[in-house]
């Protein structure tokens, strides 16, 4: 990617990310659903996803647990930029570690494990946070999950500043027969796309710091990689993910998770995208990354579906194709065959039209595109459009 796009002046940096901070403020006061509605005895959502357990098609089972809510995103200027997850949550109220356990133990009883070797286990937030998840429910839990000898692949999420060598001893211990994946938000190779675009209040430094806990371990690092941020071409777009795998695969992660960015509401994304200004990537620039990146020992998975509260918009194609190139996406997260995603076709063309789009050039620089971009947007008008919209989860 032209680094064109990041020299910039102080001064045009700090008011670029005075704006953004700003607005993702705004974005998040809208934010108030009606906690009496909200049953946090009941998982968020779990359902069953196809996977590859090392080169194995597997069927595997996700859970969402309705948590209090990531701790980055209560703070008042904290919170990425592109992360909904917020809106399902307690918004930091405190939630009865038994209610934790219920909805745990009433999903985990839906599900015949010896069908189901793979586990994901999310709670909109860090799992390894003991003021998100407490440890004494983090530990029933993993615990539980060790005793199912069936189970031989959990997938967690955290940010990297919990995890620790304590912590990835105890998994270690409390599940002697399953291989553990932790899922980090690595998002970008860029500190200031992480910085000024996502708010994501972590650096690269801290990235490599992390995947150093992961050296020799059986527990793996599982990088989440963006895919069309804000403010970017989709060209440049596909450049940055590009760069951004072969970074995570650098600091040591085993999988990396392409992580389209989808439209969950109320978010600084939601705003933009309700102006005008954005729109989630093409599944060609998906399948574009994978072809560019794709080698055997890098295990690659297509992702940026899975989310509590549900987007209301993904990366898509056109209407003609969605489906088909869906099912691809499918299974070639089931097989991981390249072959898969090769010399595929639209019947309505829309892969000209994608090929156009990766024409497009913006000579400005990334603050220069924030300022203009921002200040063109009536953000009230926005805001009040926003928060009309029903609250569903
Ligand atoms: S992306 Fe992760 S770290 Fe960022 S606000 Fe969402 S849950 Fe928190
Ligand atoms: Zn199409």
Redesign the pocket.
């Known amino acids: 990617m032209d680094s064109n796009i990041y020299k910039c002046s102080m001064a045009q940096y700090k008011k670029a990310k005075e704006m953004i901070l700003e607005l993702h403020t705004n974005v998040k006061r809208l934010i108030s659903p009606n906690l009496k509605n909200r049953d946090f005895k009941k998982a968020g959502l779990s359902e069953v996803g196809v996977g590859s357990l090392d080169g194995v098609p597997v069927e595997r089972v996700i859970i969402i647990l309705r948590g209090s809510g990531?701790?980055?995103?209560q703070n008042r200027e904290?919170?990425?930029t592109?992360?909904g997850?917020?809106s399902g949550s307690s918004l930091g109220a405190s939630i009865p570690p038994g209610h934790f356990i219920k909805q745990f133990d009433d999903v985990m009883k839906r599900y015949d494990f010896r069908k189901y070797p793979m586990l994901c286990l999310y709670n909109?937030?860090?799992f390894l946070n003991e003021r998100e998840i407490p440890k004494e429910v983090r530990r029933y839990m993993l615990r539980k999950i060790g005793a199912v000898s069936h189970i031989k692949r959990l997938i967690i999420?955290s940010?990297p500043e919990h995890i620790t060598k304590k912590m990835l001893d105890e998994i270690e211990a409390l599940l002697p027969h399953t291989t553990v994946e932790i899922g980090v938000?690595v998002e970008t190779v860029s500190d200031i796309l992480r910085e000024l675009v996502l708010n994501?209040?972590v650096t690269s430094a801290e990235l490599i710091k992390v995947g150093e806990k992961f050296r020799n371990r059986k527990t793996r690092l599982l990088a989440y990689v963006l895919v069309n941020p804000p403010f970017l071409t989709e060209m440049e777009a596909i450049e940055d993910t590009v760069a951004s795998i072969r970074f995570a695969a650098e600091i040591g992660a085993k999988i990396v998770s392409l992580e389209a960015v989808s439209i969950q509401h109320l978010t600084l994304v939601s705003f933009l995208a309700e102006a005008g200004f954005y729109q989630t990537p093409w599944i060609w620039s998906m399948f574009e990354i994978v072809r560019r990146t794709y080698h055997p020992g890098l295990q690659l998975r297509i992702g940026g579906f899975e989310f509590f509260p549900i987007p209301k918009e993904f990366t898509s194609n056109c209407l003609a194709c969605n489906e088909k190139m869906i099912e691809k996406i499918n299974e070639f997260n089931k097989y991981n065959d390249l072959g898969i995603i090769e010399n595929l076709s639209c019947s309505q063309h829309c892969d000209l039209e994608w090929k156009k789009e990766l024409q497009v050039v913006d000579n400005r620089n990334l603050p220069e595109r924030i300022i203009s971009t921002l200040g063109a947007i009536d953000i009230e008008k926005v805001l009040n459009r926003l928060k009309q919209y029903e609250h569903k989860n």
């Open positions: 990531c701790e980055w995103a904290g919170g990425c592109m992360c997850h917020l909109g937030g860090s999420e940010r938000g994501k209040g």
